[in-house]
Every structure is written in structure tokens, then in C-alpha cells.
């Protein structure tokens, strides 16, 4: 199975900080990523797909990159709404797998 | 495009069975697949198994092998997920999620098992 190595585990930042989130793969995964968020009682929503593609009506202050075992999601300039956990996906190989999710908190 | 809406909440008994139902609907059902994911009170998302809508294809997750089927009905584009034998620890929210890539999700259903 592909492990998915997510960090940090929660992070405290402020509103108009730059906020970088990684998932390490424990194999190759070429491109096969997403990003998600999720709000607490709510189902997760997809941000980045194919690791550096922005889902149609996510704000642009949202940026994945990486390739092959190294994956990042940055948030430019933070913004109240921002405040959710965040889960990275690989979907390259059954078992499918999510990283252990990062709780972004106001600090 | 593309919506998925699931079941209401179930309240279950240890050792009994549960089916939850997700109606797919905006898209071209069997052009799909269809995921199962649950998250546990406060814990992260673990995936359960995939089947394809085209020709009921599965794959499940060792976690769940044995104990979880998963099925669709073209002519309602609906999938659905049994989960037998349940216990405590199956106490979640059931989330249903189109494509490997998980693109559109459906809005959750929660299981209790209790006595």
C-alpha cells in the first residue's frame, strides 16, 4: 500500500499568512493528487486535482505543486474562510489513500 | 457537474447490517465510478472500496474485506454500500464520492451502532 505522509498535523496562522502543507508518498505517484478541504460537519470539497490543478471555482490563492513522492498545498494569503483541515488523496494506486489531514487554526 | 445525495442517518444494533444508498444525478452514471469513504467521530477520512458504474467492478479495502458489498442500479443511477456484522467502531460518517480522482462528493450519512 502507498502511504501518505501529511505535514503538519495542525498548524496555527493568522489572516494574511502564507501556509504550506506536504504530503510525502512512500512510492511513486506520478501526478495522480488532490487536495481537499473540510469544514467541520461538512462533506470534503476537492481544492487541487492532478496536483497542480485548480478546481473550477477555488480561489487562486490556492496552489498545489510537486511530483513523483513530494507534494505541497499552499495558501498565498489566508483568509477566514480558510480555517478547515486539509487532506491530500492519492488516487494512482488501489488502496487508495489520504493523508492524515492538517488543522489549520486561527492563531 | 454532477451531484450525489445519500441516505438519512441510521441508528443500528451491534451484529446487524447497514445500507446506505447514493442517488447520482447531472452526470452519465456509468461513466464513473463511485467511492466509499468513512471518517470516524473526530479522526481523518479512510477510504473503503470502489466500483465501477460501466460493469460493477470492485475493488475494497483489506480493512473491509468480508464484511462490506457494494453494488449500483443503472436504472436509478444509484450506488449503494452494505456493511455487515457492525460493530461500535463502526461509527461514522459514510461519504460517497465520484471517480478515483473523488471529484464530486455526496453530503454524508451517519451510522450509530449502539446498544
Known amino acids: 500500500d502507498i502511504q501518505m505522509t501529511q505535514s503538519p498535523s495542525s498548524l496555527s496562522a493568522s489572516v494574511g499568512d502564507r501556509v504550506t502543507i506536504t504530503c510525502r508518498a512512500s512510492q511513486g505517484i506520478r501526478n495522480d493528487l488532490g487536495w481537499y478541504q473540510q469544514k467541520p460537519g461538512k462533506a470534503p470539497k476537492r481544492l487541487i486535482y492532478a496536483t497542480s490543478s485548480l478546481q473550477s471555482g477555488v480561489p487562486s490563492r490556492f496552489r498545489g505543486s510537486g511530483s513523483g513522492t513530494e507534494f505541497t498545498l499552499t495558501i498565498s494569503s489566508l483568509q477566514p474562510e480558510d480555517f478547515a483541515t486539509y487532506y491530500c488523496l492519492q488516487h494512482n494506486t488501489f488502496p487508495l489513500t489520504f493523508g492524515g489531514g492538517t488543522k489549520v487554526e486561527i492563531k | 457537474q454532477g451531484q450525489l445525495v445519500q441516505s438519512g442517518a441510521e441508528v443500528m444494533q451491534p451484529g446487524a447490517s447497514v445500507k446506505v444508498s447514493c442517488k447520482a444525478s447531472g452526470y452519465t452514471f456509468t461513466s464513473y465510478g463511485i467511492n466509499w469513504v468513512r471518517q470516524a467521530p473526530g479522526q481523518g477520512l479512510e477510504w473503503m472500496g470502489w466500483?465501477?458504474?460501466?460493469?460493477?467492478?470492485?475493488n475494497y479495502a483489506q480493512n473491509f474485506q468480508g464484511r462490506v458489498t457494494m453494488t449500483t442500479d443503472t436504472s436509478t443511477t444509484t450506488a449503494f454500500m452494505e456493511l455487515r456484522s457492525l460493530r461500535s467502531d463502526d461509527t461514522a460518517v459514510y461519504y460517497c464520492?465520484?471517480?478515483?480522482?473523488?471529484?464530486?462528493w455526496g453530503q454524508g450519512t451517519t451510522v450509530t451502532v449502539s446498544s
Open positions: 464520492a465520484r471517480d478515483v480522482s473523488m471529484d464530486v
Open positions: 466500483i465501477s458504474a460501466y460493469n460493477g467492478y470492485t
